[in-house]
């Protein structure tokens, strides 16, 4: 079965700082990979996503993702944290083949100022 | 753009009773899809659809229904509520249901079940 797993369910920086959010997935074929971004009281839009070529994926609102299979993780990252980055975060995948999108739990992240 | 609409906003439910919750989307997408979120859980797949006319289980569907009639609709039914389907469900539509497709979600409809 596939699993996805986000390790801390709260992460905390300062604003300007490195964003660093975890992502492992359980899988020996390597799936679609996603990261959902959640706003308060709002719906999720997609940051960005893998599914196949080059393994750094660049998103929206200057986050980026690497896939990296010998790891099985997808994390995310952004340079310089602003303010506006609180938010829920969630990472998911799609086994190739599949439909089904599981999510992981989710990790919150806030911005101190 | 509208996207996705669902409604209501949020609801206050007795435990037995009947509910839908409503789901349209005006971007002719051919599947839709039905979440809910629960703290510490993440989003867990409800019930699909993968085109008019054709459903199919989730993760999470019992206690729940659905239909696809058409493109647009994709309503969501508690037959008999229970205090456990407290939650907040998110709708979202992909073009085509592909397992590559970016999915599109709703503002999402919270549900609180007494």
């Known amino acids: 079965a596939q699993s996805v797993t986000q390790l801390g369910s709260h992460v905390s920086v300062s604003e300007g700082a490195l964003v660093l959010l975890r992502c492992n997935y359980s899988?020996?074929?390597?799936?679609?990979l996603f990261w959902y971004v959640q706003y308060p009281n709002q719906g999720l839009q997609l940051l960005l996503k893998y599914t196949t070529g080059a393994t750094l994926v660049k998103g929206i609102n200057g986050f980026e993702a690497e896939f990296k299979k010998s790891e099985t993780s997808f994390h995310l990252t952004k340079p310089s944290a602003h303010m506006s980055d609180a938010a829920e975060y969630f990472c998911?995948?799609?086994?190739?083949?599949?439909?089904?999108?599981?999510f992981g739990q989710g990790t919150r992240l806030t911005i101190n100022p | 753009i509208a996207g996705i609409t669902q409604a209501p906003t949020s609801q206050i439910l007795a435990a037995g009773r009947r509910m839908t919750l409503r789901c349209t989307q005006d971007?002719?997408?051919?599947?839709m899809y039905w979440y809910r979120q629960d703290l510490g859980l993440g989003l867990r797949l409800i019930h699909y659809?993968?085109?008019?006319?054709?459903?199919g289980k989730g993760e999470v569907p019992d206690g729940y229904s659905v239909s696809r009639a058409n493109t647009d609709d994709f309503p969501l039914t508690l037959a008999s509520a229970v205090p456990s389907q407290t939650s907040v469900y998110f709708c979202?539509?992909?073009?085509?249901?592909?397992?590559?497709?970016?999915?599109?979600f709703g503002p999402g409809t919270r549900l609180t079940v007494l």
């Open positions: 998911a995948v799609t086994p190739q083949g599949a439909q089904k999108l599981v």
């Open positions: 971007m002719r997408h051919n599947a």
């Open positions: 979202a539509s992909s073009v085509s249901g592909g397992a590559a497709d970016t999915q599109y």
């Open positions: 659809s993968n085109t008019a006319g054709t459903t």
């Open positions: 899988s020996s074929v390597p799936p679609y």
